[in-house]
């Protein structure tokens, strides 16, 4: 689609925050890319805008692949509301424990149990590919091997493994996530948080592969006329999936550009 000058496609929100819901992937969106995933936060002057939102804004949520109280690590905002795994697990506001899908979570035994014999191969610990355990989720990365290709083949041997024991895969921008065989996307996860929140318009930022399952999410919400309008923000970077160029309906350049965005949902009602 089209790009959309900032304000034209931020109309619908600022017309009535009250009635719209912000909903912001972490990693690449709010935080910039690291090396280790570990090091990941998001800056002050990314923080001071979304605070004001979390105020104004009638739902506003942080979307992430990682663990729900990992992302609120990152973010350093305990007022929202984080959405974990992928769409899984849910944090409100200030709770101290997520809620977890029970059907994901009747899987995460058998997931850990075959991250661990993945780990412990020679191969792996040899091209440093490392591993996140995620609950029923178990990521593994290469990003920052000393050898990414050869690290990258070593993590395509568990793929094959993880497809052959019965397991789903997910590819992002240098990490495999080993899943349970179940639906789970962000998109389904941000439908069960607004359903029944009475919010009229929606808007997503995100700027990997998973990003667009949220996109189509929101669109279902548009479709199903449970929302009057969605703004599908992508956030491009030199890994940019030619998917989330294609999907978005507005395209802003990195974190740098996700700050712009929110520093001007900010301002409504100033």
Wanted: hydrophobic share 45%; charged share 25%; glycine share 8%.
């Amino acid at each position: 689609m089209a790009a959309t000058p900032l304000h034209d496609a931020l109309a619908p929100l600022l017309a009535d925050p009250s009635a719209a819901a912000v909903l912001l992937d972490v990693d690449g969106t709010l935080a910039p890319i690291v090396r280790h995933a570990d090091d990941a936060h998001v800056p002050e002057t990314t923080r001071r805008p979304l605070i004001t939102i979390a105020k104004r804004y009638g739902f506003v949520a942080c979307v992430s692949g990682r663990r729900a109280a990992v992302a609120r690590r990152i973010v350093s905002l305990g007022s929202i509301t984080y959405i974990g795994n992928h769409g899984s697990e849910v944090l409100v506001g200030g709770a101290s424990e997520a809620q977890v899908d029970p059907e994901v979570a009747a899987w995460t035994q058998r997931v850990r149990e075959f991250a661990a014999v993945e780990l412990d191969r020679e191969e792996v610990a040899r091209t440093r590919v490392r591993g996140e355990d995620k609950e029923a989720i178990a990521a593994f990365h290469w990003r920052g091997a000393p050898d990414e290709a050869a690290a990258e083949a070593v993590v395509d041997g568990i793929a094959a493994r993880a497809e052959a024991a019965g397991l789903a895969l997910h590819r992002g921008r240098k990490v495999l996530e080993v899943r349970p065989p179940v639906a789970l996307d962000k998109g389904r996860g941000i439908e069960r948080q607004l359903a029944g929140r009475g919010l009229r318009v929606a808007l997503y930022a995100g700027d990997d592969v998973t990003d667009c399952d949220a996109f189509a999410g929101l669109r279902r919400m548009v479709a199903a006329g449970d929302l009057a309008a969605a703004v599908c923000v992508g956030v491009r970077s030199d890994e940019t999936p030619p998917e989330i160029e294609r999907e978005a309906d507005l395209l802003v350049d990195g974190p740098a550009g996700v700050r712009e965005l929110l520093e001007a949902l900010a301002a409504a009602g100033q």
